[in-house]
């Protein structure tokens, strides 16, 4: 393969994540090596103008898909937000379309510790990996934990009321930006080799939620403080706010998921790939204050 002319393409190119990979891809490599697939290819006008090849690319068009794939050398397959066994088919459909295509090399992202994971959405990546495997093409696994983002869904109300309620006991997480992800698959991508690896993709350390409420009291300037609940006042406390049942279920699951410690798995992947430490959960918090101090009916 010659690296300097490799054709890379990047499946969810409209999502959030797969969005941010290509803006970063291009300030290492030329548009015209990028191909940006999405099932929304008039979102990435901006990107096209660029130089960038925008096609359509959905998983559910696994024929079109691989005519689409024919010539990439290189592919970050970006798992989609769909759950459960369609998930599962969908990524499966696009491994086969990679394999048919010819495509050289896999990039995946991945989710920590899949194999053994007591969340089934995050299972549902090791299907994803598996399939990846059988089919023998040389693969990097991203496996990301969870994004820091999700912490500013709780961390406004947190904020306001002083209290940031969750059964998660003393379990920690070690969140990682949506911005490190993307840096880490942009440098795995735009870099030879990574052939059959494993990279977990996290946070510098793994926080608790005690260690959370005290970066959102230094963030705010307010008293926020971590109160533990059990699994079932949680169930209650969101079925009180209104949320659907299965909602409150998931919701309560992850919660006891990290009080298990599924999502501690620290690694040094993105400081590894990148030359740069990932952010500190209380710089990301900084970087992100005014969304943390939005009211708190605003931010959803
Ligand atoms: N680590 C975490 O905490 C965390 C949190 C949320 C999600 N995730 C996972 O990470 C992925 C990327 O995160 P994000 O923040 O970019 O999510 P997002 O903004 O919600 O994007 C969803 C992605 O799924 C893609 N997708 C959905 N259906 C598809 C299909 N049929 N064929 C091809 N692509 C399809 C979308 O592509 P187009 O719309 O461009 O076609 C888009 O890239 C998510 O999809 C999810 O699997 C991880």
């Not at 002319?5 to 994540?17: C, K, M, N, P, R």
């Not at 994803?128 to 999700?150: H, K």
């Not at 926080?207 to 963030?219: F, K, N």
């Amino acid at each position: 393969m010659n690296e300097q002319s490799a054709t890379i393409a990047i499946t969810g190119a409209s999502g959030q994540l797969g969005r941010r990979v290509v803006e970063l891809l291009l300030e290492r490599v030329e548009p015209g090596r990028v191909l940006a697939l999405t099932r929304s290819p008039d979102k990435l006008a901006d990107l096209a103008a660029r130089g960038v090849c925008v096609a359509v690319g959905d998983f559910a068009q696994p024929e079109k898909l691989a005519e689409t794939l024919a010539g990439v050398e290189r592919l970050l397959l970006i798992s989609t937000d769909v759950t459960g066994d369609i998930r599962v088919q969908l990524h499966k459909n696009a491994v086969d379309a990679a394999a048919r295509a010819g495509v050289r090399h896999v990039t995946y992202t991945s989710a920590v510790d899949p194999h053994s994971s007591p969340l089934a959405f995050i299972r549902e990546h090791a299907e994803t990996e598996d399939a990846i495997q059988a089919s023998g093409l040389p693969y990097a696994f991203l496996r990301n934990n969870f994004y820091a983002e999700v912490l500013l869904r709780s961390g406004p109300q947190a904020i306001a009321t002083g209290e940031l309620r969750a059964a998660a006991g003393d379990g920690a997480v070690a969140w990682v930006a949506r911005e490190d992800c993307a840096r880490t698959a942009a440098a795995v991508l735009a870099t030879p080799g990574h052939d059959r690896v494993v990279y977990d993709v996290t946070g510098l350390a793994a926080v608790t939620y005690h260690d959370i409420a005290r970066e959102l009291a230094a963030v705010s300037g307010r008293p926020v403080c971590y109160v533990p609940l059990t699994a079932d006042e949680a169930r209650q406390g969101l079925l009180a706010a209104g949320l659907p049942a299965p909602l409150a279920e998931f919701l309560v699951g992850i919660d006891q998921a990290v009080a298990q410690g599924a999502l501690s798995v620290v690694g040094s992947a993105v400081r590894d790939l990148t030359g740069q430490p990932p952010a500190r959960i209380g710089d990301f918090f900084a970087q992100y204050r005014s969304a943390l101090l939005a009211p708190v009916s605003s931010v959803s």
